[in-house]
């Protein structure tokens, strides 16, 4: 393992389902900065019923995304707390033009591993994920099954799968992402921060792509 010395500010970036949870929760590990996932953010606020989860557990439901000032102040709550001094990884934030210039304001990017994989191959990994409630870990029922079915070999919670995973959200949430968060992928492009990494391979062989655009990063 190793750790950087200097702070190293990341984000994973691709479609619903494409692997960003699974390659942040690996990448958080190996550098030692936390994922900042907005998503397991957002859903624990409408679990633990905040003023936040109350006002944004409709659009989650639907498959909408929430409005951009509630995002963006979860994320500046977020990113200000100590751990994330030296770096941060997001993980389903920026998605919209809004909150990415939201985010040029709040910070400078290092770079942007941008997840690349088929509509098909998207639905079948949405359909097929299992959560933990507890600590967030994921699974899928094909392509990463736990030791034990049904439970999480982190903490030993019940695994449960997502309202947002049912096929015909998971459907409108690939449709709301073509429309509003794609264009975030040639606007960072044109900045030369991003990097395309090619996602229809197994878990291993996605992370060691990182791995490698990264080491490119630290010369
Ligand atoms: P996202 O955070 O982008 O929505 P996840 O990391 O939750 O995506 O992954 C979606 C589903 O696909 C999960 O069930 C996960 O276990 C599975 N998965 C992730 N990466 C791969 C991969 N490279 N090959 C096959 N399945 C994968
Ligand atoms: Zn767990």
């Known amino acids: 393992m190793h750790r950087l010395v200097v702070s190293m500010k990341l984000v994973i970036f691709g479609p619903p389902s494409a692997g960003k949870g699974t390659q942040a929760q690996k990448l958080s590990k190996q550098y030692g900065i936390p994922q900042v996932a907005t998503g ?22 639907q498959g909408k995304l929430g409005p951009d000032e509630v995002i963006v102040q979860l994320i500046k709550e977020r990113v200000a707390k100590p751990d ?10 920026p998605r919209t033009m809004g909150q990415a210039k939201e985010l040029e304001r709040m910070t400078d990017i290092d770079l942007v591993l941008s997840i690349v994989v088929d509509f098909e191959s998207l639905v079948e990994r949405a359909v097929g994920r299992r959560t933990c409630p507890k600590c967030s870990a994921v699974y899928h029922i094909k392509f990463n099954p736990p ?36 264009p975030l992928v040639e606007y960072y492009r044109k900045k030369g921060k991003l990097v395309d990494i090619d996602g229809s391979g197994g878990i291993d062989a996605v992370f060691a792509q990182m791995v490698k655009a990264i080491s490119h990063l630290k010369k």
């Open 84 to 93: 994330c001094k030296n770096g941060f990884l997001l993980d389903g934030f």
């Open 147 to 182: 030791m034990n079915e049904g439970i999480c070999e982190k903490c030993g919670s019940k695994l449960i799968q997502r309202d947002d995973d049912k096929e015909e959200t998971v459907r409108n949430r690939l449709k709301v992402y073509q429309e509003q968060t794609a």
């Open 40 to 61: 397991d953010l957002l859903r624990k606020a409408v679990a633990d019923k905040t003023p936040l989860g109350l006002k944004i557990k409709s659009y989650l439901d």
